[in-house]
């Protein structure tokens, strides 16, 4: 009897639902310059450099910075390029950041900026 349910499972978890072939792909993020200037939304921000989706270098200067940031404290505000929210669960990030004090190892750079429409990529 151990026998048989050990089979069907196994066949029920390679099913189409379950394989690893099928899976779904995780959301795509933005890989470009000029996908990078739409970042908006809820950030995590990790200490752990394995989990997070993009490493940052922040600015003293704005005219240095691919992307100048405005932080939102509500997260429906964040929904413009350049506006986050940032938030203490993961599980509710859009993306994950990791603050580096390289400039050399980060994937893009940004300033904070204090008014919401400086916020975005400098053109």
Known sequence: MFLI???WLGL????????QNNAPEPAALPSTPKELCRLRGSVYVTDN??????????????SSAHLSVFVEENKAFADQ????????????ADFVVYFTDNKGMADFTIYYTEVGSFAG???
Do not use: M
Request: net charge neutral; proline share 8%; aromatic share 22%.
């Open 81 to 92: 390029p350049g506006h986050w929210f940032y938030t203490d669960k993961k599980a509710f």
């Open 121 to 123: 990529c400098r053109q």
């Open 49 to 62: 450099p394995n989990q997070a989706h993009y490493f940052v270098y922040v600015e003293d200067y704005e």
């Open 12 to 19: 029920l978890l390679s099913g189409p639902g379950f394989s």
């Open 5 to 7: 349910i050990k089979i």
